[in-house]
């Protein structure tokens, strides 16, 4: 085989490689953004449909690129013609064949279809309740206080879950419309401004999956992230007993200092700290801020060092963010003494 036959084999042979490529780049696991995989019995039943979707959708697509490409080399143009091939119009039966068939091929996936849109809406008896409210630039999750079900736990970016059980999101918007994405739980629901969407979902194991609003929503909406942390039942329970607790807050030295310091400043008018002076509702709820692994829409990891910066000028860390910037109004001392009240929030 000469050098100029192989280039040409290759090159007949490259659309096969790069389909193999893709479907094997498909096929990662612990890919944060894989919405096919096991961990969720959302993601699950979706996958469930995709893939017979998919398959079938790569049948129709041989086959018609195959009918167009044998169309082409049969009746291409020969050396020596001169003159136009006899023009036809219309053919009843070919018509009447390429209507039934897509038609019947649009019937057939409609069955699956419609079954899982009917699983997926369903709500299960046991099912835990959490609101979510999305905000520019950060979701709040808001559970029922275990010891009075009339009082609301409201937490930022985090959400924890108990493993193995049905959660039921009701998902709202504050001003823009965003979406409620955790790729590797479940698919995409909206948040629209004076509407309550539903999203049921099951974390099947223990982990920390990763969501975002998948829905463009101005300046920082690539950096409108949270966790869903799912746990054992108990460490759940445990956990959400500990959040509807008031803030224990060190009162002494930097923390006492910054405690202070956030009382007496404009922190209180949008963040609340329970059990203290600051009731403000539009910022996240900062009560047991030291629990957190992250700060800013888990733009940061939660360290002194990223509030001091945050506090210092959260714009350029989240571009729009709505939290003015101490930088210029605070001493880098003061804001540092913020940071420690605010880690000393276990
Ligand atoms: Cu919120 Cu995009």
Known sequence: MGARSRFITLIRLAPLLLTLALLAGGCTTNDPYDTLTDFGDHSKTVRG???????????VFFAVEGLLLFTMIRFRRRGGERQMPKQTHGNTRLEVGW????????????????????????????????????????????YADPADPNRAVSVASEAHIPAGRPIHWTIESEDVIHSFWVPNLAGKQDAVPGKKNDLVFTARQPGVYHGECAEYCLD??????????????????????????????RTTGSAGRGQEL????????????????????????????????????NRLENTPENVV??????????????MPAFGGTLSEEDIKAIADYLHSLK
């Open 99 to 142: 209507t039934i068939v897509p038609s019947l091929v649009l019937a057939i996936i409609a069955v699956p279809t419609i079954s899982t849109i009917v699983d997926l809406a369903r709500t299960p008896q046991n099912a835990l309740q959490v609101r979510v409210v999305a905000r520019q630039w950060w979701f709040e999750f808001i």
């Open 220 to 249: 920082s909406h690539a950096l409108m992230r949270f966790i869903v942390i799912a746990e054992p039942e108990g460490q759940f329970n445990t956990w959400l007993q500990g959040q509807a607790q008031s803030a224990t807050a």
């Open 309 to 322: 910066r945050w506090v210092t000028n959260p714009q350029q860390l989240k571009p729009g963010a709505k």
């Open 49 to 59: 449909l995709f893939w017979p979707v998919l398959w079938v959708a790569i049948f």
């Open 262 to 297: 956030f009382l007496g400043n404009a922190c209180i008018g949008c963040h609340a700290i329970e059990g203290s002076a600051a009731q403000g509702r539009t910022a996240p709820n900062l009560t047991h801020f030291g629990s957190r692994v992250s700060l800013a829409g």
